[in-house]
């Protein structure tokens, strides 16, 4: 394989930082109307239903820490772009280090506590089934485990700390064996929550297309394992495939960091998205009411106009023409009461000559 150009090291590095942007916004947007929708069901109650305190708190300490790695990944591709111009500087290099350390430390806690929130809400969701809720108390405990086994060592990578980023003469670990063994659990506690509540979701009685839209509503979150697996098999060519003192390429260290902060963002989104639908049975049956009141002006509007001649006739002889009734009864789903729109018979009086 060929050297990689200046324009290749470029091009991978803006994708590292517009895509950080983007999943960095993408998640304060479902975040937000998780909340939103919360507000709207407990409004229609009269009170705070469906949600415990703890899937509140884990969301937003989610949030908190998946937008400081998002922060270290663009901070990274920007240092690594100012050190491949022409006035690139030892601090910049200085700089990528200190992101990239930021980044590994962040990690654990901002994959960690999105999936802490959706065996959470597995509780709150399947309260009666013994079953479930003891298998979600086991991976809260594995997953709080495996963050600290993560966390730690990640923290004190190197001693003393800062020959991390100064490239000094230290004690470090091998982040690349450390890597490749941490992350086999890691990958393995993703797949059991996908699966978990799906045994109990098909048993429920509920239709069929419900049972399948909540499947797939719980399967959204197997595009972050997607990222843990790109991960473990860099570390995997890193450690046994790649020739000893081989340069690393910018393909891929960006690939890593665009991992890093997918998967995470990815389970941080698939928390939020069960608790959306209040806000989308909202919109839906607004957007419905909306639509076909408008069809229903458009067909009134289309009646007058195929029936001038008989209009004028009308109005010559104090004839009274009946306006085109709109009986539009839309019903919410879920916790909504039903909305009925609906346009009363409008008499039309014609003057006499």
């Known amino acids: 394989m060929g050297e990689e150009t200046l324009a290749e090291k470029r091009e991978w590095l803006h994708n590292q930082l517009n895509g950080a942007i983007a999943i960095a916004v993408l998640a304060t947007c479902f975040v937000s109307f998780r909340f939103v929708g919360l507000g709207i069901l407990n409004w229609k109650n009269k009170k705070l239903i469906g949600v415990s305190l703890w899937e509140d708190v884990l969301i937003l300490a989610s949030l908190i820490s998946f937008l400081p790695l998002c922060a270290c990944a663009i901070v990274d591709a920007q240092a690594y772009l100012a050190f491949y111009s022409p006035h690139g500087t030892e601090q910049d290099r200085i700089t990528i280090f200190k992101a990239s350390y930021g980044l590994s430390v962040a990690y654990p806690i901002a994959c960690g506590l999105p999936k802490i929130s959706i065996c959470c809400m597995y509780l709150t969701l399947f309260r009666p089934n013994d079953y479930l809720r003891r298998a979600t108390y086991c991976m809260i405990a594995f997953l709080v485990v ?29 982040y690349q064996v450390f890597g490749v063994w941490i992350s086999l659990p890691h990958i393995v506690s993703d797949l059991v929550i996908l699966i978990l509540p799906l045994p109990v979701l098909w048993r429920m009685q509920m239709a069929r297309t419900k049972k399948l839209g909540l499947t797939v509503t719980f399967l959204t979150g197997s595009i972050g394992i997607v990222g843990a697996c790109m ?84 109005r010559s002889s104090g004839h009274r023409r009946l306006a085109p009734r709109i009986d539009i009864k839309l019903t919410g789903q879920g916790d909504f009461d039903s909305l009925t729109t609906k346009k009363e018979d409008e008499e039309v009086l014609g003057g006499s000559s």
């Open 146 to 174: 495996n963050a600290i086994a993560w966390f730690v060592p990640t923290v004190a990578v190197c001693q003393p700390i800062p020959a991390y980023w100064n490239q000094e003469p230290a004690k470090c670990i091998n």
């Open 231 to 314: 991960r473990l098999a860099l570390y995997i060519h890193r450690q046994y495939v790649q020739r000893p003192g081989a340069s690393q390429t910018t393909k891929s260290i960006a690939g890593n960091v665009i991992a890093s902060y997918v998967e995470p963002g990815m389970y941080l989104i698939a928390a939020c998205l069960p608790r959306l639908r209040p806000l989308i049975t909202r919109l839906h049956t607004r957007l419905s009411a909306s639509l076909l009141s408008l069809l229903g002006r458009y067909n009134g509007l289309n009646d007058d106009s195929t029936s001038v001649t008989q209009g004028w006739q009308g």
